[in-house]
């Protein structure tokens, strides 16, 4: 009886553990479904999944000093250094050279004056859904993000 019943809660817990893994699988096609509607009209509501991901991007990006929100006067007239913390960080966790060699490429700055949620809709708008067979949700974001709100050079 006893080991019925372990059998039984380890395929309860192997059920929930596929669960979960499913779940979080479906996720990135979930954001790529919704901007999809939203660039082409089906979804006009206020608040979607892919504006809502991009929101909690971009509030990311300032934690990690990828992005600064100023005012426009301050973007114009210089860039902001990157401290000497930020550059090791980047030396021992990421892999790739030529994102170390180009990082201060990959910062955007948006505005103080611009209201949020213009910045998100535009940012949805204009983010190219086709480079995400080839890239990663986050550097098609970065990419779209610095295009679209550049820091000064």
Known sequence: MKSLKNLMHKMILVGLLLTSVQVFADFKADIIASCSAYQSGHDKSEINACKLYIDGFIDSSLLTEDAVIQPKAMIESQASEQSAYLKRAYQTRVSDLAFLSNHKDYQ?????????KVVVSVIAKSMDIKQLADKSLKEVLFETLIADFPCAK
């Open 108 to 116: 955007f700055c948006i505005p103080r004056e611009y209201d949020r």
